[in-house]
């Protein structure tokens, strides 16, 4: 029996000094040397022993390994220790006290300490696994020789059998082929093979092939499950080492997209505190995909080798996700030659990529020439005569034949005895297993939201398997072929995973609840959102608050993602979460969750076209559910009273409105929930607003931000920066608008909601428009038309076009303007730009007929919560907020503007009433950015000498100062308080006026 003794310097001191760190290393030092097959003693003075029962030939290469792993973790732990002595030998037939003593005894003989030694009896077993040094009558151990495994993994076993070679020649051919053909059509090849071909295996061995004049790895994609919400397929594209150098093949435009979207690859492994991983395949995906490939292709084609893209498990991606390759690898087709390799149980070619040129390849059986051959250089008792019945066991599959030699190499017994004992080959290489290594197996096959080894580890330690092992076994399962890879360790077959989850019986769902609450953790802490297939593994969570909590998250996001799909489903009850068989608790369970379900219907009927059904849903509904909160369900009560207040407030009751989520929010910080209470308070703060009441709503989204915070809250956190920095705009402090922008972008953009991050870039242009900064305004509505295609939001392009086009006139080009807005469907807005550039080239008439040619539509949206932003018009998600959602502000501005016109064609009289009339009627100054140009235009239509039935011009050039100096006194920064007076064209004029009128 082989024996090892491990003996820790001063245990007793350092025990005294870091009890748990030393508490660990002993925890680590044991389950190396037990994961090798040893039984493990600990005394109390800290002394460790192994003991090795199986010594056969075909354990060493184990024992050494485990042996090898402890004297590494004594080695990475040797600045906290006084120092160690380790010892290893070969002792025949004595009792554990005697090996012991004598195992002492040895030690003493041990010239160094902090050395890793073995002794002589020993040696000569481990010699070819060991680089061994003598010193007296021991051997210390310099290092571990890389052949210490005598089969090599089936990487290198598929490689060296003969079944790369044939199907990389093909694709060769068929590469040069695409290559010598005038057009860049994109190239399909599909490997193909049964269960235990080892199909994918090999198909990265023919990618690596292709690419071996290549420094760079070809890229890969591994679908894990069939989910059209996930992009876990993708993951293994975010650590590929071409991402950093992606830019360097990228025109100036290409590179500044890449920068705003490169970020949907790197989701689940940066994590940002709020990330909210989009939850269906998005734009965003398909453009970086694009310009990855793109990027990848011309590498490829400056070092004149082919560009391949790998996809693995092909029939398991979604028809969503093939289309948005197909678009990706036909884009990237432009710069060169691009082929795609893909891996699959079937022949079919899934129908978004039939458009492709391709050819089919079907992996082939081993011969039994090529086994034989295979068996004649490994050790006798995987000897050339068993190879008929291996063949005859395996059928010549390439991973089931590697499994079953790989399966005989860990039990040492012949095939003989195998083939007696079972012949279903998933049971016996289940059979050899460890517990850690079933335990990572079943793990990797239900947590694909942690899809790297790093990830998994950490998994792992949590369920007692040491985090120094985890590297060992992710390598130890990737070489046998369970595992796509020791980087991505997807399991290969569901077959042997189901297999596995027989044998670990009870401790199945401990893992899968381990899994679910370290996901549920990384959710309520906002590390990760919630998408479908999160939902589906939470959804069965065995606490009732954390499956509500799932559920009222998961729509949530449904509605700020406009997925009615999720809405609907809620709607007709498909949603509805599984309850425990406690016959105690699943009537309240299913009420509680109907609850919340019924609520999301009422929620998302105001946006639908016939709101009255809203109405008599929500009376009944809130009478309803009156019995539920006198029974103590005090806790919900605040979600009924929040949608209460949404819906008065759709119907115009904004004062009721108020109360009923001022309630909400009382129950909700009742309850400590800040998720609801930052809601609640964008509710209210949303009424001020639309009441007029600016510097209140100011306050009331600055509290939700900081309720958001405190409750991990990403989306309610973008909105209140966004609302906030709306208020702000109204206000006047355009220097602290700038700030809450950016900080609005950053938020919104880590997280995936792409329409707050817009319409907070579009907020900033507009500050840069009142500032008369109109180059750097055309430069930020020029970003947002490019962005804003990107993501495919149509209405927000359309805003962004429209004042790009009025940037360009205000800064000087009013030709380019009139010519951008030709391009653009027919809207008030529209018209009003145009009248403007008409105006500005001395074409007076023109403008007028345009201004007064405007249609307006009496239909006006209901005010309803503020999920997403308003695209209507420029003006409808800024000013418009703060006038309950009518288009008043706009009317009032074009109105003013014709009186302007009209007094600049010499109708005075008409443009005097006109003017007078806004003037005089004016809502309130802090809710409408354009009041001083009411005044400056009513001036200068007025006559210049003083007439009694006319106002006095002078009089209104000084109002229209006085508010130009109070919102001056807004602004923060000295900078910006200057560009808006001196660089704002129309205050400009106002001031110049003023020195005329000695008013300043």
């Not at 192994?50 to 990475?76: C, P, Q």
């Not at 039994?368 to 066991?393: K, M, Q, T, Y």
Request: glycine share 6%; proline share 4%; with cysteine.
């Amino acid at each position: 029996m082989y024996y090892l003794l491990i003996e820790i310097a001063g245990y007793r001191q350092l025990l005294k000094v870091n009890r748990d760190g030393l508490v660990r290393l002993v925890r680590d030092l044991c389950s190396a040397l037990e994961y090798s097959g040893g039984t493990v003693h600990v005394e109390e003075n800290g002394t460790v022993y192994g003991e090795f029962r199986s010594s056969s030939s075909h354990d060493l290469g184990r024992i050494v390994h485990g042996a090898y792993k402890a004297y590494e973790i004594l080695m990475d732990n040797r600045q906290d220790l006084h120092g160690f002595s380790m010892v290893m030998e070969y002792l025949r037939g004595a009792e554990r006290s005697e090996a012991h003593r004598r195992m002492n005894v040895l030690l003493q003989n041990a010239a160094v300490e902090s050395c890793f030694w073995i002794g002589s009896n020993a040696s000569a077993d481990f010699a070819q696994f060991l680089q061994m040094q003598r010193k007296l009558d021991m051997w210390r151990v310099e290092g571990i020789h890389d052949h210490a495994v005598v089969l090599p993994d089936f990487a290198g076993f598929v490689r060296d059998s003969h079944l790369v070679e044939p199907l990389c020649q093909q694709i060769t051919e068929f590469i040069e082929a695409l290559s010598q053909t005038d057009r860049r059509d994109p190239g399909l090849t599909l490997v193909y093979g049964v269960p235990g071909s080892g199909v994918f295996a090999i198909v990265r061995e023919i990618a690596a092939c292709l690419a071996s004049q290549h420094e760079l790895p070809v890229p890969e994609c591994i679908a894990s499950v069939p989910d059209d919400t996930e992009l876990s397929a993708f993951q293994a594209l975010g650590l590929h080492p071409f991402m950093n150098r992606v830019p360097e093949f990228l025109s100036e435009y290409e590179r500044e997209l890449w920068q705003n979207i490169r970020w949907v690859f790197h989701r689940p492994f940066d994590k940002p505190p709020g990330s909210v991983h989009p939850d269906s395949l998005s734009h965003e995906f398909t453009h970086a995909l694009t310009l990855f490939l793109r990027a990848f292709v011309a590498k490829c084609a400056a070092d004149n080798i082919p560009a391949v893209f790998v996809l693995q498990r092909i029939e398991k991606y979604s028809s969503e996700h093939l289309h948005a390759i197909a678009r990706a690898v036909r884009a990237a087709g432009e710069r060169g030659t691009l082929c795609v390799v893909a891996s699959s149980y079937t022949a079919h070619i899934p129908a978004p990529l039939r458009e492709f040129q391709s050819i089919k390849l079907a992996t082939r059986a081993l011969d039994p020439a090529a086994i034989s051959e295979f068996l004649g250089n490994l050790p006798p008792h995987l000897h050339r005569d068993a190879s008929s019945r291996v063949r005859i066991l395996t059928r010549g599959r390439a991973l089931q034949l590697y499994q079953y030699l790989w399966m005989i190499e860990r039990v040492g017994q012949g095939i003989e005895h195998i083939e007696q004992r079972d012949r279903e080959l998933d049971d016996i290489v289940v059979s050899v297993l460890n517990e850690h290594e079933m335990i990572a197996l079943y793990l990797a096959s239900i947590a694909t939201h942690f899809p790297t080894t790093e990830e998994l580890s950490e998994l792992l330690s949590g369920l007692n398997v040491p985090k120094t092992l985890s590297r060992d076994i992710w390598k130890s399962l990737s070489s046998a072929g369970l595992v796509y890879s020791p980087v991505f360790p997807y399991p290969t077959s569901e077959k042997l995973t189901d297999r596995i989850a027989g044998r670990l019986a009870g401790q199945t769902e401990t893992i899968r609840l381990h899994v679910q609450n370290e996901l549920y953790r990384m959710f309520a802490t906002g590390l990760l959102g919630i998408t479908r297939s999160r939902y589906k593994l939470l959804c069965d969570h065995p606490e009732p608050e954390v499956r509500l909590h799932v559920l009222k998250a998961y729509l949530t996001s449904a509605f700020h993602s406009a997925q009615t799909d999720i809405v609907d489903a809620a709607s007709s009850g498909d949603l509805t979460l599984p309850v425990m068989n406690d016959s105690a608790r699943v009537r309240r369970e299913v009420e509680r969750q109907l609850y919340v379900l019924t609520l999301a219907r009422v929620r998302d009927l105001p946006s639908r076209p016939k709101i009255a059904d809203a109405g008599s849903l929500s009376d009944g509904n809130f009478s309803a559910w009156s019995h539920y909160f006198s029974a103590g369900e005090t806790d919900q009560s605040g979600d009924l009273l929040l949608e209460r207040s949404r819906w008065l407030a759709a119907h115009g009751s904004v004062s009721d409105s108020s109360r009923c989520a001022r309630r909400a929010a009382m129950r909700f910080q009742e309850t400590g929930d800040e998720s609801g209470a930052a809601e609640a308070q964008i509710e209210i703060g949303y009424a001020q607003l639309s009441a007029g009441n600016v510097t209140e709503a100011r306050e009331y989204f600055a509290m939700a931000r900081s309720s958001a915070n405190e409750g991990f809250d990403v989306i309610h956190r973008a909105r209140s920066l966004c609302l906030e920095a709306i208020a702000t705009f109204l206000y006047g402090n355009y220097s602290y608008c700038f700030e809450l922008c950016d900080q609005a972008a950053s938020v919104s953009g880590a997280a995936g909601l792409r329409s707050w991050k817009l319409f907070a870039a579009f907020l900033r242009g507009r500050c840069q428009m009142e500032l008369g900064r109109y180059t750097i305004a055309i430069e930020c509505f020029d970003a947002g038309i490019r962005e804003s295609s990107v993501f495919g939001i149509e209405d927000a392009q359309s805003a962004f076009i429209l004042w790009y086009a009025r940037a360009c006139a205000y800064e000087g080009a009013p030709e380019k303007c009139l010519d951008t807005l030709d391009s653009v469907a027919y809207t008030p807005e529209r018209e009003f730009f145009s009248a403007e550039a008409l105006d500005m080239l001395d074409r007076s008439d023109e403008a007028l007929v345009r201004v007064r040619g405007i249609e307006w539509t009496e239909d006006q949206a209901p005010r309803v919560s503020i999920t997403r932003p308003d695209w209507r018009s420029g003006f409808s998600g800024i000013e418009e907020r703060a006038n309950g959602n009518t288009d008043a502000v706009f009317r009032k501005l074009v109105d003013s503007y014709t009186g302007y016109l009209l007094g600049r064609t010499g109708e005075t009289d008409e443009a005097i009433q006109l003017l007078r009339g806004c003037t005089r009627t004016l809502h309130s100054s802090e809710i409408d950015p354009h009041v001083p140009l009411y005044y400056f235009w009513y001036a200068n239509v007025l006559p210049k000498r003083r007439i009694d039935r006319y106002d006095d011009q002078t009089t209104e050039i000084g109002r229209s100062v006085k508010i130009v100096q109070q919102r001056l006194s807004r602004i923060e920064q000295h900078t910006d308080k200057l560009d808006y007076r001196t660089r704002n064209i129309w205050f400009g004029r106002l001031f110049e006026a003023a020195r005329k009128h000695n008013l300043v």
